[in-house]
Each structure stands twice: as C-alpha cells, then as structure tokens.
C-alpha cells in the first residue's frame, strides 16, 4: 500500500516560537489539514527550552492552538547542555514519528538542536524566519541561525535582506521562499481581538491612570548580565521616568540580576511580572515609544508604525531600522532620543513588504506542494 500521508512536526522552544507556528496551524486548519488520518498532517514538538515550559492552557486558547503533542522538558542549563538535551529527546520523536518535513521557527537553541536532528537522520528541514542576521558571532542565536540556515532544505525569509544573506551564503534560489513575517500575520490577529473583543485586562487600571507613558522590555545578556552595564542603564531609565513614566514587564534573567545587583529603579517605572501576548500588545499598542532589546519587538513597532529604540549594537532586523521605525540607540544617547520623541519629532516609516498578515498561508501552501510532490514521487516508485 503507498503511503498517502506526508506528516509534519512544527517544532516550539519557547514563547515566541509558538506565536511564529500559531499562525501557520491556524491555516492549516483552514486548509483542512488534521493532526492525524489525513493526507497532510501535523503534529507539535514543545521542547520545554525556557523558564515557562509549563504554559498554562489560557496561553494556547489565546493563540487558538492545541497542546502540543510532545513535550520534551529541555529545561535550562549551559547552551551544550540544553541542545544536547533536545537533540536526544527529538531523535526519539523522530524515530518514532519519521515526519517528513521538520518545521523549525526562529534563533533559539531548539531549532539548532532540532534541525541537526533531522537532517542526520534523512528528514527535510524548513526554516521559518531564515536568512537574518546580525553580523555578531559573540550571539548565540547568530551561530543557531547560520548552522540552520546551511542545512536546512526550505528558507521562508521575512525581509529581503534574508534573501540577500542567503543567496550570498549560496543557498539555491529554488530554496528560498519570501513570504512575509508569521509574527506579524500573529500581531494582526491578535490585534483585531484585542481591539474588538472588549478583553478584560487587569492592567487596564494602571495604563488608564498614566495617561502617556512609554513601555520597556530588557532581558539580552549583553544587557542585564554585567552590574556595570546594567546600572548604566537603570541610571538613565531613572531619569527618563523623572519625565514619563515607563511600564517595564520583568524578564525573570532580568529580575534576577536586578536583585543580584542591587540595583534600584525608580518608582515611576511600573514593574510588572512577565505578560501574555494579548496584555504585553494591549499596553504597548497605546505607549508613546517602546525601548526594547528584543526581536519580535523591533518587528511588531514597524508593523503598526510605532516608534522603537532597540538598546543593541545590531540587528538582525535590518528592514525594521532602513523602512521602519525602529532605531538602534546606545544608551548614552537614549534620554536625548527620548526627548525627540516626546517633542513630537519622531521617527516616520513604512511597513515592509508582505508584512500583510498572510506569510503563513504562503508557507501552508509550499508545504502542500511539497506533500503533493512526495505523493507523486511515492505512486512512481521513488523514494523522496
């Protein structure tokens, strides 16, 4: 008998991560696709990678997925011990599954650990936001990027600058598909429920109370890791909060360095624990800027053109800093920058290509090509 079925593994470390697959599950829905009996199926891999493994099922229904089907406890610990952990864990997966396609999203240590998994054992990778990059080997998430990036079969690059990277790196054209940004089709659907669906908020009493504030997240190493860097910080923090008070979600790294340290922030910087995407989006979506040192964040600002001050060197975002309106600030110069802005004298751009709320039903759809071609390649006789 042929074997009709071309089985899917999306692969999750993390917060972000599952916001990156949310989106492309949801089309696969919509496209009919199950989790078993179909002809394209699919099933999710929770590595377990960081601090909040153990997701509440409120974090799942907000993004509209199922639980996932695996969940390999990673846990934390030195980058070689924690990729070593998911690289035995998903071998067993692996074995027991033999998807055909292992979907991988992001710079975490699982979609390194994940992606050499597969290819060693004959199984085709796509990486969903390939061809970034920052230029920076001193980042971990460089080194993930680049090794995945090299063995991965299917590149679905966010911006142009990663189909640049990519194709200068010498991967085949054939194997590069721009398609637009995940996290943005998540940003809008998101947004539309936080807009329209009345949601209840606790944090609705503070954000009405300050009126204009600005939002801040911090958690990178190279940020929080150093008592004199991250005190450097918090000194010009305090005197921003002096003008405009800052709402400021704590990274638990961040958390706990700021207690390691001893350092103080001002009382108009409103700590808050960790948020959900619906509550980090339904304060940040109204603040007058966003100082961050994340990603995604970078990203969704441009998206809704909001103002960003990104507290790195680099960015492996670049289309965010040349079209958006994200800017990269030393925190030297982060008050004067501050002042810009509260002056009315803000950065202006536009969003980029494709950023259209439709990357994942562009990725659904190379997929069911390719199932569609393992198919035929099945029924001729031929193995993949």
Same mark, same amino acid.
């Given at each position: ?92 997966? !692996?074995?027991? #599954? ?23 054992? *004959? ?12 230029? #920076? ?17 299917? !590149? ?54 300050? *009126? ?95 103002? !960003? ?76």
């Amino acid at each position: 008998m042929l074997k009709r079925e071309y089985k899917l593994i999306l692969v999750a470390g993390a917060r972000p991560n599952f916001m990156k697959i949310a989106p492309i599950i949801r089309r696969l829905k919509v496209q009919g696709a199950g989790r078993t009996g179909e002809e394209l199926n699919w099933k999710i891999v929770h590595t377990g990678q960081h601090y909040d493994y153990e997701m509440s099922q409120a974090f799942f229904d907000d993004l509209e997925i199922p639980e996932p089907d695996y969940f390999l406890e990673a846990g934390s610990g030195s980058h070689a011990e924690q990729t070593a952990r998911v690289m035995v864990s998903f071998e067993k997966v !692996c074995e027991q #599954d033999r998807p055909d396609l292992v979907v991988v999203v992001g710079d975490v240590n699982s979609t390194l650990a994940c992606s050499i998994v597969a290819k060693k054992m *004959g199984i085709e990778v796509a990486h969903v936001e390939a061809g970034l990059r920052s230029f #920076d080997l001193s980042m971990p998430e460089e080194i993930n990027r680049m090794v995945t990036d090299a063995i991965s079969d299917y !590149c679905f690059v966010t911006e142009q600058s990663g189909v640049y990277n990519l194709k200068k790196e010498g991967k085949s054209e054939a194997r590069i598909f721009f398609v637009g940004h995940v996290m943005i089709d998540n940003l809008l659907y998101q947004l539309e429920k936080v807009n329209t669906n009345h949601l209840h908020f606790k944090e609705r009493a503070l954000k009405e109370s300050l *009126g204009k504030y600005l939002f801040m997240t911090l958690h990178r190493p190279s940020n929080v890791d150093r008592e004199q860097t991250l005190q450097r910080i918090v000194n010009v923090l305090n005197q921003i909060a002096h003008e405009v008070p800052i709402i400021f979600p704590v990274h638990p790294r961040t958390s706990k360095m700021l207690d390691q340290f001893g350092i103080e922030l001002s009382k108009n910087i409103y700590q808050l624990p960790p948020l959900g995407f619906p509550e980090s989006l339904y304060l940040w979506k109204d603040a007058v800027l966003v100082i961050t040192d994340s990603g995604g964040l970078q990203e969704e600002t441009t998206a809704l053109g909001m103002p !960003c001050f990104t507290l790195r060197e680099n960015t492996e975002r670049p289309v965010t800093v040349l079209e958006g309106t994200n800017t990269l600030v030393k925190v030297e110069g982060l008050a004067k920058e501050v002042a810009e802005v509260l002056e009315g004298r803000a950065k202006r751009g536009k969003v980029p290509e494709l950023w259209d709320g439709r990357a994942a039903e562009r990725i659904v759809a190379v997929i069911e090509n390719l199932a569609t071609r393992s198919r035929h390649l099945a029924e001729n006789g031929y193995s993949r």
